[in-house]
């Protein structure tokens, strides 16, 4: 049994993290963990219970600035730990500070912060969702992450094809996740 803030108890709980294959595996020691403690998912298996978000550095770099800052931060496109199509998403992180204290400076953000709230988002669903309905006969859409040196697809639907952006977390090159595309059709 692990304890839990607010007293919730799992047993089995355990903090985990990627191996470099890609497996969920338990977390290597360190000074500080921030680990999905609750979970509501639409779709998936739970796998992201129990992640330290803070051991995979495009999460923990989209932490700290939400952290640094007080204002929802997302992160780079990546793989969701619960998406096992590896179709590409994204991850919101809306950090919380402790009731009552100040969080003005970024000393106090720093020292205050509570936790966090997140919503992972899976690009093809919102862009499914956001198109639905819509005749797409002869509309092309690309939907590229700027935020980098190159500008990478995350998304494309040419007439009544589409195709999503996938995100190698295997490989690295320093320290930037190297991707491919793979396009599938609907």
Do not use: W
């Amino acid at each position: 049994m692990s304890r839990l803030p607010g007293k919730m108890a799992l047993s089995n709980f355990q903090i985990t993290e990627q191996s470099p294959q890609g497996q969920l595996v338990r977390a290597a020691r360190r000074a500080e963990y921030i680990p999905v403690y609750y979970l509501e998912s639409v779709r998936g298996i739970g796998r992201a219970l129990g992640f330290d978000a803070a051991s995979d550095p495009t999460r923990r770099e989209a932490l700290n600035r939400a952290r640094d800052t007080g204002q929802p931060t997302a992160t780079d496109p990546l793989t969701l730990i619960q998406d096992i199509k590896h179709e590409g998403g994204f991850v919101v992180f809306l950090p919380i500070y402790k009731p009552g204290l100040p969080h003005n400076s970024l000393q106090e953000r720093r020292l205050n912060l509570q936790g966090y709230v997140s919503g992972a988002f899976r690009i093809p669903d919102m862009m499914n969702n956001a198109l639905k309905g819509a005749k797409m006969e002869d509309i092309e859409i690309r939907l590229y992450d700027a935020g980098g040196e190159k500008k990478n697809v995350c998304y494309m639907s040419i007439g009544q094809r589409t195709a999503s952006h996938r995100i190698c977390r295997s490989k690295r090159t320093n320290g930037q996740p190297r991707s491919r595309e793979s396009f599938r059709s609907r």
